[in-house]
């Protein structure tokens, strides 16, 4: 659906319940969209999930408030004069509720990924009428009550209650059609008055009757059908365009056979259909290259393609019955694209009307052509058109262009969705390079770097923070093959150590060759820093043990831990690294290299900065560490 709809539902939602209350429901409904932009297409759930998480912060049923989202568009749409729209399709609502179709055509020059429903009445009474509704969307039935109600109210001034009477689905062409019959009640007596007053009027006036071969002399295009859908009469034109080469006569074949419905969108060219939506444009195109083959005319003589290259043309378009010629099953619908000029399917458009007298629907129509370049290409002359009305005018002065705004909307939906997939992969793309760039420096300082902020002004000092150095101990000829061997081996441990760290927001600042470091306390403070370093160094040392490592020799780790100020910042131009610097990272490195296997060394700064019960802390005693004499250390274990 278009984001105009959901822009009505966000307007009338922060303008009735408050912007907390918006906040909410999109938190509720997991919609990643804060804003909706008037043009852009948005799935169709979204309407739904607003509904369902409204719902939960209100005392109002999910069905309640889809019956006020569809009453909200109604009240938005004025903003872009739909509602002029509306008023100037009749002066009754009735002529309103016969008109929804041509509406929505006449709006997909604006909207034209619009997927719009069909609607149509079968029963119109001074009490109201019954409509039906046809929609391959799931879930909108008290949205539309919704929608016209408000239009009743507003626009027509009058009282509407909704009712379902029926519900369905059916199948066409591999689509799942919803029907719903509503019954709507409201205040239909000035419409019948106006009906019974016009139909007065015709009786007044009685006209002598004529045959249908007048209508078909003065819409050369027409066509006449029966409610079986079989043609009984043609215009002679239909006949010309096609060549005049049909041999096998077309009256009393399928109409389906050699005409396609192109509008309205979304229904099967049946009975049922043309006479419930008689009022509606409906635009129809003559199947030019089934004719031709129909009547044993081929257009691939003249082709140079080959029949492989033939069968890749045609494009099938419907699941309508098929044609037996020359022992092959035809789709009425297939379109052969590699068709002689001269052959292109010509559109027709006009409006179904029913002859009560004979029980049949003719279609009076004309031909859309957009100027005099268009006449040879369609294989038609001026004097093709119909003799009345302005169809030669608009030609001479190529006003008709509905065919080239649908191909322009055409090139414009597909280079919409192919922008739409590209913005898809940008944002995959984006989220890998946030994540490659996440690993290499800090959130915080990453961000901060994104917004403009030199690398240099990113460095500061922290008081107190807790380093840990990890070397991993006991690889050698007798316990790795080979280097992937060895590489296999410290991916597997340092893949375990990196899933441990995020569990105890401990920084990951580097690994080098077989050493792991990490830091606690920067870039974000922690004043639990040792606490949380000494809980990661335990179980490394755990993990290790529990690993499944092919090797002859025991591989275990050595660890050491210091604690004390540092100065950190981002360093590096090509392969920037977020580094730290400072006397407590030294010291950190040399309680590692004095560390022994399996153990955790710690310095008696950090020993300070632990709680007494926690952790079983034990004295190692005096220890010579490089630049520093002998220094008092500790071996600390867990507490249980």
Request: aromatic fraction near 10%; charge should be negative.
């Amino acid at each position: 659906m278009y984001g105009m709809l959901l822009e009505s539902v966000q307007h009338f939602v922060q303008l009735e319940y408050g912007e907390d209350i918006w906040e909410k429901v999109l938190q509720i409904s997991e919609c990643k969209y804060n804003v909706f932009n008037t043009h852009q297409v948005y799935p169709d759930n979204i309407m739904a999930d607003l509904a369902h998480a409204l719902a939960k912060v209100t005392d109002k049923s999910h069905e309640e408030l889809m019956t006020f989202f569809g009453k909200c568009f109604v009240r938005f749409f004025s903003n872009y004069g739909y509602d002029a729209t509306i008023k100037a399709t009749g002066r009754h609502f009735t002529d309103f509720l016969e008109s929804v179709d041509n509406i929505h055509s006449r709006m997909r020059h604006s909207y034209p990924k619009m997927k719009s429903p069909s609607m149509y009445l079968t029963t119109v009474d001074q009490y109201g009428c019954d409509l039906v509704y046809r929609s391959e969307r799931n879930g909108f039935t008290h949205y539309l009550m919704g929608q016209l109600g408000q239009i009743a109210s507003d626009i027509y001034n009058l009282k509407l209650e909704s009712s379902v009477i029926k519900s369905e689905n059916q199948n066409v062409s591999g689509k799942n059609i919803n029907i719903i019959t509503f019954r709507l009640k409201f205040d239909n007596a000035l419409y019948m008055q106006a009906k019974k007053a016009e139909k007065a009027h015709l009786e007044t006036q009685p006209l002598s009757s004529f045959s249908c071969d007048l209508l078909l002399q003065l819409f050369p295009f027409a066509i006449l059908f029966n409610s079986q859908m079989l043609i009984e009469g043609y215009g002679e034109k239909i006949v010309q365009v096609t060549g005049g080469k049909i041999k096998r006569k077309m009256l009393g074949e399928p109409v389906t056979r050699f005409f396609r419905l192109r509008r309205p969108k979304g229904i099967s060219f049946s009975w049922k259909n043309t006479f419930y939506l008689k009022s509606v444009m409906f635009e129809i195109e003559i199947l030019r290259a089934d004719i031709m083959e129909f009547s044993g005319e081929s257009a691939s003589s003249s082709s140079s393609k080959t029949e492989a290259e033939d069968s890749a043309s045609i494009k099938n378009l419907g699941d309508e019955s098929t044609i037996e010629i020359d022992g092959k099953s035809i789709s009425p619908y297939a379109l052969r694209r590699d068709s002689l000029p001269g052959l292109k399917n010509i559109l027709l458009k006009g409006e179904m009307r029913y002859l009560g007298d004979i029980k049949r629907i003719i279609y009076l129509c004309s031909p859309v052509i957009n100027n005099m370049t268009e006449l040879p290409d369609q294989g038609m002359y001026l004097n093709d058109l119909n003799p009345h009305g302005l169809g030669k005018e608009m030609v001479l002065t190529g006003w008709q262009h509905s065919s080239k705004l649908e191909l322009v909307f055409d090139k414009a939906e597909q280079r919409a969705t192919e922008l739409e997939n590209n913005y898809s992969l940008l944002d995959t793309w984006k989220r890998r390079g946030d994540d490659l760039l996440y690993s290499m420096i800090p959130k915080p300082v990453a961000d901060r770097l994104r917004s403009g902020l030199p690398s240099v002004d990113t460095c500061e000092s922290f008081e107190s923070v807790t380093v840990m150095f990890c070397e991993l101990v006991g690889f050698n000829s007798s316990t790795v093959e080979d280097a992937m061997e060895l590489v296999s081996t410290m991916n597997a441990v340092f893949s375990g150590f990196d899933s441990l760290i995020d569990k105890y927001d401990v920084y990951k600042v580097e690994t080098v060759g077989q050493i792991y470091m990490a830091v606690c306390g920067a870039p974000e403070k922690n004043e639990h820093h040792a606490v949380n370093i000494s809980d990661v160094s335990l179980n490394m040392v755990k993990l290790v043990k529990e690993l499944n490592i092919p090797s002859q020799s025991k591989v275990d780790v050595r660890i050491g831990i210091h604690s004390g100020p540092v100065v950190a910042g981002v360093v590096g131009i090509k392969v920037p690294r977020y580094c730290f610097f400072g006397d407590t990272v030294n010291t950190a490195s040399r309680m590692q290299s004095t560390s022994s296997p399996g153990m955790v060394h710690i310095s008696e700064a950090t020993k300070n900065l632990l709680p007494e019960n926690q952790f079983v802390i034990k004295d190692r005693g005096a220890v010579k560490l490089k630049g520093k004499g002998d220094v008092e250390t500790y071996w600390i274990f867990n507490g249980e």
